[in-house]
């Protein structure tokens, strides 16, 4: 049986008291997220400031969104968006905690600083779409509307784990991980609405978005491409996670023709290990705001 509508309490190490979907995403985001080598912290490529406009594509419960309050001192403006319901249902009630203040301490707030959470039950595309997406309930993080990227990812992910088991045949280790692998890889479909950021930028009436985050599972071609030539100007740093080399490229590509300055790491296991799994991160910001 999965959580429930909301999901359970959890405390992070840091001190802040959310709720989470399953333990094993929290154990996996709080140290890519908030930890020392936190992906978003990474060389200081995206400068978080007090009362930015953030937008989180792909906020899954919001663990992203809490890092960036936390950064920006509790003082921040986010739009939070999750198109699955039951992965919604946990983003809206730790979105509610934070705009109650709840999180302030931990934050380093200022007396009187302004969080404002909008958690938005729709996911980020090029155009408008109604869509049916593999729900992961075991492990939401994977949820996807590309059916042939989750099963490249469950294989490579076989092949990851079993890497890191010492002994053994090969073949031995990645028989031993299955289990796992098919219990994270169980799907249910659900239906759920996209929109382009555009039509967002139009709807809240937003004049700048000081961070786009971007974490939606190979779907960031789509993402970028639901923003208008005419309003790239406001969005002045961009931070996404992507699956593929070849991806990341083309996105590079396009961030460098709207006039960010870029750059994309990826750790040495994915870039030269057995697996290579190519997941990478790429920064983009503007050189006139660095000056």
Known sequence: MGPPSGGRPVTLPNGMRIHQWQRIETNFLYPEIFGEDSVYAKGGYIDFQPGAV?????ANVGMFTLFA???????????????????????????????????????????????TIHPINRGLSATNETVVFAHHPNFSLWSTRDTEFARQRLDRFVADVAGFIPVGPIAVRRAAVRPVVAWMGRTAAVTATLVPLSSVIEEYGLTRI????????????AVLQGITPTQWDIVRQVVLEVEYFATKDVVIEMLEAQGFTTYWYASERERYGAVQSEVCMVYAWRAEDRS
Do not use: H, Q, W
């Open 54 to 58: 953030i937008v989180d594509a792909g």
């Open 69 to 115: 309050a936390l950064r920006c001192r509790g003082e921040a403006e986010v739009f939070a968006f999750e198109p699955i319901p039951a992965t919604f249902s946990v983003l809206a009630v730790n979105a509610g905690a934070a705009n109650r203040g709840e999180y302030a301490a931990v934050m380093g707030a200022r007396p009187g600083a302004s969080l």
């Open 210 to 221: 000081d961070i786009l985050k971007l974490d939606v599972e190979g779907a960031e071609i």
